[in-house]
């Protein structure tokens, strides 16, 4: 490309040695001397900024604000608030509170500490076991520390002298990092006073920047994550850039402790589990069972509109199927070990794949019975460490919504973009208001190793996903080299009410099993052809989904999916015929109603119903009883008024059909 030396860079060249043209993100470019800091830039906008910025990039890398600018630039500068801000604050934040321990507690050894998604953690080896109390003064000692506005200093050195210097602070852990270093190779340290740390960066000029931070939690850790090692202690904590903010993400771990599925399917009577039966296979009590068998039906209705055949196979299967689908050689460690039935291996089945393709396969196709789908809530069992077990959403048997559809390339886009809109109606029903999509695409250095070895293929069905992507007007990222084997793949992120986000399903292209299978159509000319498969699974195993739900909705379901739908509270016994009257009216229109006749007060009966999370209480008394009536309550409404037993009745319904969200997450914020 032919260079014109550009105007401004002529000009620069004038002042050789004294000025340079720091260009900024609007394109203004701002003429400096020479050395001047990102943080002295900030400085000459404006006053805000220089207080709220923390980190820089220049020219596309993040740096220190105390670093000097040497030559022409483009320069970007960041507040708290965004990921890059936020990521160095959060850094800055842990360096910040080893030094607190380390001036409160001078024997600690310093080990590790990463920033998380929203926080951070460190690890130290110390005698003193930290209580509450101390973490409130290790908190109280940050806040004296970040007020007194040190600054904070990197340097640079090769790894070997990082050893020595490590070595004389009496830090065995660090020295243990570094010496796997290469002792050429140079690494950075920063230091703010006498407090010096191992790290990459960057890091905020000044610790006057730190201001919003809360120590949450403490925990063990082992060095290394490894039990033979020494048991260390490790602080989590957090910050934020604005006072609000911090504010904010408090509340929210408060509510998503209310909100964690393990403690609301416990109180709700939802699932169990029980050592007798085994870690990681979830017990449904009914309460679970009514979620799981409504959201079948939602499935199943969706599906047999969409043009899905549901199918049905069993848990147990050959190993040479499995051979034949690749799991055996790919996927062995997830699957449970063999069973010998008269000489013959047998395993549980960890996905429902396999089958499907015998299913396709038993009667023969043409070009007219195309697209096939096959849906199945197929149970599947698959081998997790018990490390790895988390309540719903680690398990070792699971019921996934799956389905394969079998169609010509001349179909698939729109096959694809069927199952796309598929999502966005769940996501809808069950509103779900933030997700995003990531569609992992192959490398041509893959083909033939990691990737089938059919370059034509790939990139066909990767714009058709594409495509279909685009049409659906559905937000997605793409990544460059993370496809499956046999072709591209979209997993799909949920976010909750909350904010906490789930991994929901992956679809996936596949043009490869097919083939492996010997899966065939006759096409228009008579001519066997290979179909395409998709496998997709929008609402991922009832497990992971339920577990999701429970949170996202705090328990307290929608009308259409709440295991109890209606309390029936008589105000005293003698309205208890009445009472039965109208319990067996709902249940004849299909709802589930529980009848409360203890001998209770009508409050205690409210209070017992709001515990249970139940959607609509009817309140029965003498007048009611009258006039063939019922005064309504409704969670997160209050008292909704006296109605007729046949309106309330087919209100009621008609929200249930329309599987309608009762209430909205302001209504809901709003009363708890
Ligand atoms: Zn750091
Ligand atoms: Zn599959």
Redesign the pocket.
């Known amino acids: 490309m032919g260079r014109r030396i550009p105007e401004d860079v002529r000009i620069t060249s004038r002042n050789f040695m004294t000025e340079i043209k720091i260009t900024l993100p609007d394109n203004s470019v701002k003429t400096m001397p020479i050395g001047i800091t990102s943080q002295q830039v900030a400085d000459s906008i404006g006053s805000g900024l220089a207080r709220a910025v923390v980190v820089a990039k220049i020219d596309g890398n993040l740096t220190d604000l105390n670093n000097p600018l040497e030559k022409d630039c483009a320069l970007e500068l960041f507040t708290g608030d965004t990921p890059e801000g936020h990521d160095t604050l959060l850094?800055s934040t842990?360096?910040l509170m080893a030094q607190a321990v380390k001036e409160l507690f001078p024997d600690t050894k310093v080990t590790i500490g990463p920033t998380i998604e929203n926080g951070f953690f460190y690890d130290f080896d110390v005698d003193v076991a930290f209580s509450d109390e101390v973490l409130a003064k290790i908190e109280q000692k940050m806040k004296v520390l970040a007020k007194s506005g040190q600054e904070i200093v990197r340097q640079e050195m090769s790894a070997g002298d990082a050893v020595k210097m490590f070595n004389d602070m009496g830090e065995p852990y660090k020295v243990e990092i570094i010496s796997q270093i290469n002792p050429e190779d140079v690494i950075s340290a920063?230091t703010q006073r006498d407090f010096t740390?191992l790290?990459r960066?960057p890091?905020v000029s000044n610790t006057k920047k730190i201001k919003y931070f809360k120590l949450l939690s403490t925990s063990g850790a082992y060095w290394r994550g490894d039990e033979k090692n020494k048991m260390l202690q490790r602080i989590y904590g957090t910050v934020f850039a604005s006072k609000d903010a911090l504010k904010t993400h408090l509340h929210n771990l408060e509510e998503a402790k209310k909100r964690d599925h393990r403690k609301l399917g416990k109180e709700l009577h939802i699932f169990a589990f029980d050592d007798e039966v085994g870690p990681g296979l979830p017990l449904w009590l009914p309460n679970g069972t009514v979620i799981i068998e409504e959201l079948e039906q939602l499935a199943k209705n969706t599906e047999r509109k969409a043009g899905y055949d549901q199918v049905r196979t069993p848990h147990l299967t050959k190993g040479s199927l499995y051979e034949k689908s690749g799991h055996l050689k790919h996927y062995k460690d997830s699957m449970y070990p063999a069973i010998d039935v008269d000489g013959t291996e047998y395993y549980v089945k960890p996905m429902n794949c396999p089958h499907h393709h015998k299913i396709y396969a038993a009667t023969p196709k043409s070009y007219r019975d195309l697209p096939v789908r096959l849906a199945e809530y197929g149970t599947c069992y698959r081998y997790e460490k018990s490390g790895q077990l988390f309540g719903l959403m680690r398990v070792r048997s699971l019921q996934m919504n799956d389905a394969h559809i079998y169609c010509t390339k001349e179909q698939f886009k729109e096959e694809f973009l069927a199952v796309c809109k598929l999502y966005l109606k769940y996501f809808d029903i069950f509103g779900i208001e933030k997700y995003s999509m990531r569609l992992s695409l192959h490398n041509t250095e893959g083909l033939g190793k990691k990737y089938v070895n059919e370059p034509e293929l790939w990139l066909e069905t990767e714009k058709w996903v594409k495509e279909a992507l685009q049409e659906g007007n559905l937000d997605f990222e793409e990544v460059v080299g993370e496809a499956a084997f046999y072709g591209p793949k979209i997993d799909v992120q949920v976010w909750s009410a909350i904010g906490k986000e789930f991994t929901l399903a992956t679809n996936q292209v596949d043009f490869a099993i097919p083939q492996k299978f010997g899966l065939t159509y006759t096409d228009e000319h008579g001519s066997g052809q290979t179909p395409l498969c998709i496998h997709r699974a929008p609402l991922g195993t009832h497990e992971r989904f339920i577990g999701f739900l429970l949170e996202h909705f705090g328990g307290n379901f929608p009308l259409w999916l709440a295991p109890i739908q209606v309390a029936v509270l008589p105000v005293s016994d003698k309205n208890l015929k009445y009472a039965h009257e109208v319990t067996e009216r709902l249940k004849d229109s299909g709802l589930r109603v529980k009848l409360n006749d203890r001998a209770d007060k009508i409050g205690a009966k409210i209070r017992q119903a709001e515990l249970e999370k139940i959607n609509v209480m009817l309140v029965v008394g003498e007048k009611e009883a009258n006039e063939k009536t019922v005064s309504v309550r409704r969670r997160f409404e209050g008292d909704c008024g006296v109605v007729s037993l046949d309106s309330l009745k087919d209100q009621l319904v008609e929200e249930i059909k329309q599987r309608r969200l009762s209430h909205s997450k302001e209504t809901e914020a709003a009363i708890e």
């Open positions: 850094h842990a360096h920063y740390d790290c960066g890091h």
